[in-house]
């Protein structure tokens, strides 16, 4: 008698270390599902965000057109940029539609996971490119606005305005890289629980994933510093 209470607290207390084991199908289900809601948030507000950029460069891009009208080589510069940013409009309202028709018409969580795997791996890594480019397009336009000399646009520095504009390039789609791995990792995690029926490599990634954060955040900040140092050294003035 006192064995079998001795082994029934054992059982309870197991229960309780290991009960997320234990879950039902259909609560594994539910909690996946909740998880997998800040992926499609995070890729609404990445398509809507940049797509905006887009509209932005249009409205400068014209401006623009209008200040350098007189000059011939600013006049084509801004010509094949509008060449690049309509299409990239075009095409970043056609992988919103395609984003929400895989959230509005899978058959199972399973399949919507799986479907969303593919997007980040085709659609997704293209926009991560075109967005870095176009970003840089919002930063020249911004920059010919500011240094518009009666339709007189000079580049003093061309070496070093190439390797500004290469750095920026690749800062803007390594950070947007960056958290595209997190949320393809995170969609893996949470495909390989949903399919074993157990939460284990979903919270595994979660714990990663906050003791990493500050890690990537410091080294982002730092990179940052040094950037805008080697910015201010390159126009010889001093931060300090």
């Given at each position: 008698m006192e064995l079998e209470k001795l082994f029934g607290i054992w059982e309870k207390s197991t229960e309780n270390i290991s009960g997320k084991h234990k879950l039902s199908k259909a609560m594994i289900t539910k909690i996946i599902s909740a998880k997998n809601k800040k992926t499609i948030s995070f890729l609404n507000f990445n398509l809507l965000f940049y797509w905006g950029i887009q509209v932005v460069n249009l409205i400068l891009i014209s401006m623009n057109l209008m200040g350098y009208r007189q000059n011939s080589t600013m006049i084509w510069v801004l010509i094949g940029q509008l060449c690049i940013t309509l299409p990239v409009m075009v095409y970043g309202i056609y992988i919103f539609i395609k984003n929400r028709e895989i959230n509005n018409f899978s058959e199972n969580l399973v399949s919507?996971?799986?479907?969303?795997?593919?997007?980040?791996?085709?659609?997704?890594?293209?926009?991560?490119?075109?967005?870095?480019?176009?970003?840089?397009?919002?930063?020249?336009?911004?920059?010919?606005?500011?240094?518009?000399?009666?339709?007189?646009?000079?580049?003093?520095?061309?070496?070093?305005?190439?390797?500004?504009?290469?750095?920026?390039?690749?800062?803007?789609?390594?950070?947007?890289?960056?958290?595209?791995?997190?949320?393809?990792?995170?969609?893996?995690?949470?495909?390989?629980?949903l399919q074993a029926g157990i939460l284990d490599q979903s919270e595994k990634f979660e714990k990663a994933q906050k003791k990493f954060m500050w890690i990537w955040i410091l080294i982002a900040i730092l990179l940052l510093i040094a950037f805008l140092l080697g910015v201010l050294k390159a126009l010889a003035i001093d931060p300090f």
């Open positions: 919507l996971l799986q479907k969303q795997l593919k997007f980040f791996r085709s659609y997704y890594e293209i926009w991560l490119v075109l967005i870095a480019f176009t970003t840089l397009i919002l930063i020249f336009n911004v920059n010919i606005m500011v240094d518009n000399m009666d339709g007189h646009f000079r580049i003093n520095k061309v070496n070093f305005f190439i390797i500004v504009n290469i750095a920026v390039f690749l800062f803007i789609y390594l950070t947007q890289k960056l958290a595209s791995n997190w949320r393809f990792k995170a969609l893996k995690a949470n495909l390989s629980d």
